[in-house]
Antibody, heavy 119, light 108 residues
Framework: VQLQESGPGLVKPSQTLSLTCTVS??????????WSWIRQPAGKGLEWIGR???????NYHPSLESRVTISGDTSKNQISLKLTSVTAADTAVYYC????????????WGQGTTVIVSS | EIVMTQSPATLSVSPGERATLSCRAS??????LAWYQQKPGQAPRLLIY???TRATRIPSRFSGSGSGTEFTLTISSLQSEDFAVYYC??????????FGQGTKVEVK
């Protein structure tokens, strides 16, 4: 399985950040996995944003829950991330990753995509 | 939210030497802990899960131990490719899963 993130590298403050994770080598609706989004501000640590199960159910970080939506497109085998009302604090490298359903470790990661929030 | 604290922030080690990294949880996470390695410009890579189980194709020089609130990642003999940042992550209490702030292993 391979994951590849894509989306605009620059987003204006107050607008919506939209990213896509394309999954190859496996289906987002098969197996026992979560599909997660994690972000990392430059020079800083990792922050879990949220995840979507193969059934389509989702879980979000409490601090971001009011602004984030994760969804799947089975026809394109893609997972999407939408984050509304962005600020400079949302500037980061955004990763998608596969999470084992039972053991919850992240065993497959995309290469990441950088998003800068600036006017 | 469980807070994960890693120490030291930076570890200076000579190639061939042993490196010992620590991770402490603010409350028990049982053995629900993973370690990741991240090199500059790359995504994290899973090294260890369930506190002590090496992931697929991870060399045996990497080992993990601990349970509850105290965990250790040991690299028995550092190779040049091991100089990187290492993160621990708990997956015991959701939401959310949380990571430590990282330990940078640098050349002494």
């Amino acid at each position: 399985v391979q994951l590849q993130e894509s989306g605009p590298g620059l987003v204006k403050p107050s607008q919506t950040l939209s990213l896509t994770c394309t999954v190859s080598g496996g289906s987002i609706r098969s197996g026992s996995y979560y599909w997660s989004w994690i972000r990392q501000p430059a020079g800083k640590g990792l922050e879990w944003i949220g995840r979507m199960y193969t059934s389509g159910s989702t879980n979000y970080h409490p601090s971001l829950e009011s602004r984030v939506t994760i969804s799947g497109d089975t026809s394109k085998n893609q997972i999407s991330l939408k984050l509304t009302s962005v600020t400079a604090a949302d500037t980061a490298v955004y990763y998608c990753a596969r999470e084992d359903q039972i053991l919850n470790f992240l065993d497959v990661w995309g290469q990441g995509t950088t998003v800068i929030v600036s006017s | 939210e469980i807070v994960m604290t890693q120490s030291p922030a930076t570890l200076s080690v000579s190639p061939g030497e042993r490196a010992t990294l620590s991770c402490r949880a603010s409350q028990s996470v049982s053995s629900n802990l993973a370690w990741y390695q991240q090199k500059p410009g790359q995504a994290p890579r899973l090294l260890i899960y369930n506190a002590s189980t090496r992931a697929t194709r991870i060399p045996s020089r990497f080992s993990g131990s601990g349970s509850g609130t105290e965990f250790t990642l040991t690299i028995s003999s550092l190779q040049s490719e091991d100089f990187a940042v290492y993160y621990c992550q708990q997956y015991h209490n959701w939401p959310p899963w949380t990571f430590g702030q990282g330990t940078k292993v640098e050349v002494k």
